[in-house]
């Protein structure tokens, strides 16, 4: 079946594993779902992550990260912001602020995808796709 709303399958399928503590989970891998899985690898949110399948059923194989003995997961809310139906889009002057810097905020540029402090830095405004921490 296919998915309208690939960042939000991605963004959902993410938060059930980190609730069933599982180790991995598989998304499907499309440009966005690659753009955001490098974005949560590098501010540390996931570990690794690599591509599996062949043809047209290629997934992400995504590493989700714990801490503690408990195994608590790193991310505790992933929220989906611009949907298909409504999308919410941000100039650089007012990019959101997740939780006072805590969390971070995946923005759409036309440099890419990069969260809002990176938006910040290189002065572009976009789409907000999702909020973490």
């Known amino acids: ?3 309208n709303d690939t960042i939000a399958d991605m963004l959902t399928r993410i938060r059930n594993a980190n609730l069933a503590r599982h180790q991995t989970t598989n998304v499907p891998a499309t440009k966005m779902t690659r753009s955001i899985a490098q ?3 590098q501010e540390g949110y996931i570990g690794e992550f690599e591509e599996a399948g062949e043809g047209v059923k290629r997934n992400l194989v995504i590493s989700l990260k714990y801490k503690g003995k408990n195994r608590q997961p790193i991310i505790t809310t992933l929220k989906r912001v611009s949907k298909p139906g ?3 889009y941000s100039n650089k002057k007012d990019l959101p602020r997740v939780l ?3 969390g971070i905020a995946i923005i759409s540029t036309s440099s890419g995808i990069m969260t809002d402090r990176e938006a910040r830095r290189q002065n572009v405004g976009g789409e907000v796709l999702c909020y973490v921490w």
């Open 1 to 3: 079946m296919a998915a």
């Open 39 to 41: 974005v949560l690898q």
């Open 86 to 88: 409504l999308r919410v």
């Open 100 to 102: 006072g810097g805590i």
